[in-house]
């Protein structure tokens, strides 16, 4: 009986994972949807952010993170029942947050894979941070 109930539990967290992870484009950024950009103000400063991204740190600079205040800023931003992006420098980061909310949480959350990074050595120009 139990492992039957493990069975089910874990088959109904991959039957409601709503995480996806696609390789950030150019294109892609033409969609209607919502970009979290979840790097460091620094980062933001140096490399510039994806135009009408939000910016949304997750960690600060000393790798510390505070779940409950990063889900209200971001439910104030986005929501939930509607899928949404996020991206980091290279899309480890955003792969992390994006299997949690997704699969422990149920959001509609797409991973960009490579992350600015990518999107800058296939000649995108991000747009300055101004805050």
Request: a positive charge; one cysteine or more; charged letters at 35%.
């Amino acid at each position: 009986m139990k492992k039957t109930l493990l069975f089910l539990a874990i088959l109904n967290s991959f039957l409601f994972a709503e995480m996806k992870t696609i390789d950030v484009t150019k294109d892609f950024l033409k969609k209607d949807i919502k970009i979290i950009d979840i790097r460091w103000k620094e980062e933001w400063k140096r490399t510039g952010i994806v135009e009408n991204s939000y910016t949304l740190a997750l960690f600060d600079k000393d790798g510390k993170y505070d779940i409950p205040l990063f889900l209200k800023h971001l439910n104030e931003i986005i929501d939930k029942d509607k899928e949404f992006a996020l991206i980091c420098n290279t899309g480890s980061r955003t792969k992390m947050l994006g299997e949690y909310l997704g699969n422990k949480l149920g959001y509609k959350v797409i991973n960009l894979d490579g992350g600015i990074q990518k999107l800058m050595k296939e000649g995108y120009k991000p747009a300055e941070y101004i805050k």
